[in-house]
Every structure is written in C-alpha cells, then in structure tokens.
C-alpha cells in the first residue's frame, strides 16, 4: 500500500474536520449575538450557552489544525519502510478471525480512512492495540485485552 496515499487521505480527512469545526463555531458565535438568543429573562441562556458552544468548536478547530501541523511535520518520518510496529506503519492484521488494516500516526486515533478500496483505522502509539503490538514484526501473535488472539500478517 502507497503510504504517501495513505498519509494524503488522513490529512485530507482532518482538513475537513477542521473546516466542519471552523463552520460551526462561526455558526455558533453568530447566533451568540443575535438578536434572537437575547436573553428574555434572567433564566433565559440561550445566548451564553451558544457562546460556550462557540468556544468549544474553536477550541476544536484549534486542535485539528495542530493535527494537521504535526502530520505535515512527521511526513518524512511516517513515509518511512517499517520492518516492526512503529510510527508510519501500515499494519494488516488478523483480529479474532477478520482482517483488519491499521495506520500508526502520532494523532487522530479512531480516525478511518478510505485508501485503494481498502479501510484503515488510524491508531496512535497510546492506543490500548498499538501498545499491544509495538514493535512487533510480521508472523508474531499478541493477545488482546479481551483475552483474544490476534496475528501480523504483514507491516509496510
């Protein structure tokens, strides 16, 4: 599997998350000082609460572009061939009898990507699986939390 399509797809996902998030705080910060979410009366937060929501989505936004900072900056890193489980490595695993694709990257854990009609979930090194596995070569077993079995079929 081409990494760089796979590092491309997952920076292509976090920039729409960003712009989802810029959107909606934008969105949020409108209505805050609308005349619509004018308070009525003293129990009437209508107006607060969208400005609380607004700042979480910027908070939000803020986070996805420094994702987005980091992938470009770890590019070459996570372009890398990888002969264990590392930053970078696209893991093809056999979980509990299914086949399963991993991408490790330092962020976006549970992100799942769409690459050469094939699925991948990102995981980060923190990750409860990529602790399990790290370091790991193809052929080699681990155990699950679970209690399961799972097996390396092959790392690029």
Same mark, same amino acid.
């Given at each position: ?5 796979? @590092?491309?797809? /997952? ?10 998030? @810029?959107?909606?705080?934008?969105? +949020? ?8 979410? %004018?308070? $009525?009366?003293? &129990?009437?937060?209508?107006?607060? =609460? ?11 936004? %803020?986070? &996805? +572009? =420094? ?26 695993? $056999? ?5 399963? %694709? ?9 992100? @799942? ?6 699925? !991948?979930? @990102? /995981?980060?090194?923190?990750?409860? /699986? +990529?602790?399990?596995? &790290? ?8 155990? !699950? ?5 799972? %097996? ?5």
């Amino acid at each position: 599997m081409d990494k760089n399509s796979v @590092v491309d797809a /997952l920076l292509d996902s976090l920039k729409a998350e960003l712009n989802n998030a @810029v959107a909606a705080s934008q969105d +949020a910060a409108d209505y805050a000082v609308n005349e619509e979410a %004018r308070a $009525e009366s003293k &129990w009437d937060t209508q107006g607060l =609460e969208a400005s609380y929501l607004a700042a979480g989505q910027a908070e939000q936004a %803020r986070q &996805w +572009a =420094e994702s987005i900072e980091i992938l470009e900056r770890s590019r070459k890193e996570l372009l890398a061939e990888n002969s264990k489980i590392a930053l970078g490595a696209v893991v093809h695993c $056999e979980i509990l009898g299914e086949e399963e %694709r991993f991408f490790v990257a330092p962020v976006a854990g549970g992100q @799942v990507l769409e690459v050469n009609e094939a699925t !991948l979930t @990102v /995981l980060t090194p923190q990750s409860p /699986l +990529a602790t399990r596995m &790290w370091g790991m070569k193809a052929g080699q077993d681990f155990t !699950l939390a679970n209690g399961g079995t799972a %097996r390396i079929l092959d790392i690029a």
